[in-house]
């Protein structure tokens, strides 16, 4: 099956600081989506972005398909910002793919 | 603004009893997925619904888990028995369809169930 692997694992950052954050695919995929899981659990629709590039305030996300890669930038980061961010894959069938994840603490 | 709904939010059970999770999808979405979450993991699907029929249950241990979406719509997922091994957050997602070449939209999940067997 369709492999998803995300860097780096884990991520500290002082507050203010830029990241960047990497999805990397090891198939064809019809779309691609970044979730942050909030410390509740629950996860939380960042970007929906099959190719191309996205922007959301401080927030945007890059994918290029034909690579099979995606990027998501955080600018400025902010304590909030803190958590787990998941890219996810939808491939045959309608399945959807998940990577590790990467675990983001922001510092004050 | 239109959600996945799912109940309850967090459940404790003892070992070897039997425990359900409910889910109500988006109205309209046609996939249903229900994944489990281990700490410190990312989900892992346990089972994917096309309006009422199984597309993918390959992941689910079917000697102890089963899962129903009767009419197309809502889906419950059971365990019987529990272990402590499911231990886990069980969440439940709905998309829809684009056109006719079964291609899937934006994906959206429910707060999820937390499960605790003790």
């Known amino acids: 099956g369709i492999q998803v692997e995300q860097s780096p694992p884990d991520l500290i950052l002082q507050e203010g600081a830029n990241s960047t954050l990497r999805c990397n695919f090891s198939?064809?995929?019809?779309?691609l989506q970044w979730f942050h899981q909030n410390p509740w659990g629950q996860l939380i629709n960042l970007f929906y972005?099959?190719?191309g590039t996205k922007q959301n305030g401080r927030l945007s996300a890059t994918t290029v398909a034909t690579e099979r890669y995606s990027l998501l930038y955080i600018s400025s980061s902010q304590t909030t910002d803190s958590g787990v961010y998941f890219c996810?894959?939808?491939?045959?069938?309608?399945?959807?793919?998940f990577g590790g994840g990467t675990r983001l603490m922001v510092k004050p | 603004e239109a959600e996945v709904a799912q109940s309850p939010r967090y459940k404790i059970t003892e070992k070897s009893q039997a425990v359900a999770f409910w889910c109500d999808p988006i109205?309209?979405?046609?996939?249903l997925y229900w994944y489990r979450q281990i700490l410190g993991q990312g989900p892992e699907l346990l089972v994917q619904?096309?309006?009422?029929?199984?597309?993918?249950d390959s992941q689910l241990p079917k000697d102890r888990f089963s899962a129903e979406r009767l009419k197309g719509v809502d889906s419950t997922l059971k365990i019987q028995p529990a272990e402590l091994g499911d231990s886990a957050m069980y969440l439940c997602?709905?998309?829809?369809?684009?056109?006719?070449?079964?291609?899937?939209?934006?994906?959206?999940f429910g707060q999820g169930t937390r499960l605790t067997v003790v």
């Open positions: 997602a709905s998309s829809s369809m684009t056109g006719g070449n079964f291609v899937g939209t934006e994906a959206f």
């Open positions: 198939d064809s995929v019809n779309n």
């Open positions: 972005i099959p190719s």
């Open positions: 996810a894959v939808n491939h045959a069938g309608n399945m959807l793919t």
């Open positions: 109205s309209g979405h046609a996939t």
């Open positions: 619904f096309q309006d009422e029929s199984v597309v993918d």
